[in-house]
């Protein structure tokens, strides 16, 4: 590899965030050779909340516009209002950095048991390519009338045209850069009748410019019961913001839990860094106890790597993950370090 210095933001965040981090940070430092990277930790989430009031000021975010990419834990905590981190720390941070793709993969690894009967381990592998910056998670609506019986609450779905086309843009490139190259759209375009239509037509046109790549619709209803069903069915996904994020989580169910999955919050247009992060939250029920997984964390380092394009330290990353998943049934529990320092090892060695 050759010698290159990278900005990495790190933000460690809540709970058990810090401790996933620190073996991300490690898979990262063992994997990277030539490749440096010059780490600004971030004091963000529950704790700088309750010291100061603050979720991203700004000057934060400015400073992390001038990083090249950005690893999150994890935020939140109980004792912070609910929407408080989400709306003010994450979905802040997706917005200004013009994260409009949320790239989500599911796949299942050999060995990771998965609670699907009969599944073998290539009937899932796919990548859903969720909406970042649009659709219900805008924040547009309001309150009428709050508290009383009367009380009125809209929250609106937004979505442009611009927006649509550029993660569809997006989706067909996965799509077309992957052996299947099948594109499916999940959407309710029978109920949401505009959005919807807007997401088929965009499809439909887009789609003539990619035509190696097959084109399908699933009803997000139905989709959420071939995830269990029939989850060979689906190689890239696009969706809206919303239909993602819930679909993604049945996703990570499938293929080996919260602890596996893997996610990268990305502008594809390289305007702002590009934030990865594992999928799970702050685990407060376990936070503190060496008990977290790593692995997500590590597999979303692997993403970030592969974003920086440096595709051969990525496979590597991936690789000794797959290796230890393999033989992780064989070692009983392991502590949330032991599992990062077998990982680094795998890949340093
Ligand atoms: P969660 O993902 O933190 O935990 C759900 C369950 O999965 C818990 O039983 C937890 O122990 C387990 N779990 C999660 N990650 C794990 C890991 N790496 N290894 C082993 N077990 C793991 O979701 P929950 O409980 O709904 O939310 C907790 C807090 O996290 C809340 O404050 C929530 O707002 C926040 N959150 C933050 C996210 C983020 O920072 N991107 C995403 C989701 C939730
Ligand atoms: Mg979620």
């Known amino acids: 590899m050759a010698s290159r210095s990278i900005r990495l933001a790190v933000i460690p965040g809540d709970g058990i965030g810090p401790e996933v981090v620190a073996e991300g940070l490690k898979v990262l430092d063992a994997v990277s050779g030539d490749l440096t990277f010059e780490q600004t930790s971030y004091d963000l989430g529950a704790a700088r909340w309750h ?3 603050e979720t991203l000021p700004d000057s934060v975010l400015d400073e992390l516009r001038e990083q ?8 939140g905590d109980p004792s912070v209002p609910s929407g408080t981190l989400e709306r003010g720390l994450l979905l802040r941070a997706r917005f200004e950095l013009d994260h409009y793709v949320n790239l989500r993969p599911v796949k299942l690894f050999p060995g990771v048991d998965t609670p699907l009967a009969g599944v073998a381990t290539d009937d899932i592998d796919m990548v859903v390519v ?5 659709g219900p998670y805008t924040g547009v ?4 009338r ?6 009125v609450a809209t929250q609106e779905s937004v979505n442009t045209a611009f927006g649509v086309e ?15 190259k099948s594109l499916t759209l999940v959407h309710k375009d029978n109920v949401l009748t505009f959005a919807g239509d807007l997401y088929q037509r965009v499809l439909k046109r887009v789609g003539q410019e990619y035509p190696q790549v097959t084109t399908d619709y699933v009803h997000v209803d139905a989709a959420t019961m071939f995830f269990v069903s029939r989850p060979q069915r689906f190689d890239v996904i696009v969706t809206d913001n919303l239909f993602g994020d819930i679909i993604t989580d049945i996703g990570a169910a499938i293929a080996g839990g919260i602890g596996l999955a893997a996610s990268g919050n990305v502008n594809p247009d390289r305007t702002a860094p590009s934030m990865f992060e594992p999928v799970h939250g702050s685990a407060p029920d376990i936070a503190g106890q060496g008990k977290a997984d790593p692995t997500a964390t590590v597999l979303s380092v692997a993403m970030l790597l592969d974003h920086i394009g440096e595709g051969d330290a990525a496979r590597r990353v991936e690789q000794a993950v797959s290796d230890d998943l393999a033989e992780r049934a ?20």
């Open 51 to 53: 010291r100061t009031g």
């Open 68 to 75: 090249e990419v950005i690893l999150l834990g994890a935020v």
């Open 130 to 134: 969720r909406e970042g910056t649009e």
């Open 141 to 144: 609506g309001g309150v009428l």
């Open 146 to 151: 709050k508290g009383t019986p009367h009380e």
């Open 166 to 180: 550029r993660v569809v843009r997006y989706a067909f490139e996965v799509a077309a850069s992957r052996p299947r």
């Open 330 to 349: 064989a070692l009983g529990a392991r502590s949330t370090s032991q599992i990062g320092d077998a990982i680094a090892k795998r890949v340093s060695g």
